[in-house]
């Protein structure tokens, strides 16, 4: 079936540290990977996306990286700050809809 | 701001209640989604409306009903709802239906509680 798993589901890293989420799809018609992160009692809000024509993609501390052979993906936030701590989702596309993951908690300590 | 607003923030109903979640986009996209966000697990997609037809419903019970009056505005009425109903309701928007290209922008959701 459709689905995407999404690895950690928590993650703790002291301020500076770099963090890494990885995400893994079964569709492999798939060709748009977005990336939200969802803060406290607000919605998800979208910070990087990728297609599936290029493997690499940065903003600033954030990029995303994309292995259509492997079939996985991943987001790397480098420098991390207390304003980072979210919870993160990632998400693949089918023809009508984005599959997404089951979040991972990122916690970053001052 | 995301340019999708949803009214009320947090709803408290009882099982016999009648209730309306409300959602308008300000970005003139031309497709809504309602999906349900339960602790744990993947955000489920309920609905899909675009262009104020609706395209997909996702097996979701008939106590959830939705109604998009225009490109704008999206409701989900509900009634006899189960507790287990208790979850964040977000409602989000997209350029396009087709949501492999076009990017979701997402409100800040609903919090219902089915008491």
Known sequence: GENVEQHPSTLSVQEGDSAVIKCTYSDSASNYFPWYKQELGKGPQLIIDIRSNVGEKKDQRIAVTLNKTAKHFSLH???TQPEDSAVYFCAASRPDK?????????QVFP | ETGVTQTPRHLVMGMTNKKSLKCEQHLGHNAMYWY??????PLELMFVYSLEERVENNSVPSRF???CPNSSHLFLHLHTLQPEDSAL???????DQASGLYEQYFGPGTRLTVT
């Open chain 2, 65 to 67: 009903s939705p109604e």
């Open chain 1, 98 to 106: 984005l599959i997404f993951g089951t979040g991972t908690r990122l």
């Open chain 2, 89 to 95: 309701y977000l409602c989000a928007s997209s350029q």
């Open chain 1, 77 to 79: 936030i480098t420098e």
């Open chain 2, 36 to 41: 349900k966000q339960s602790a744990k697990k």
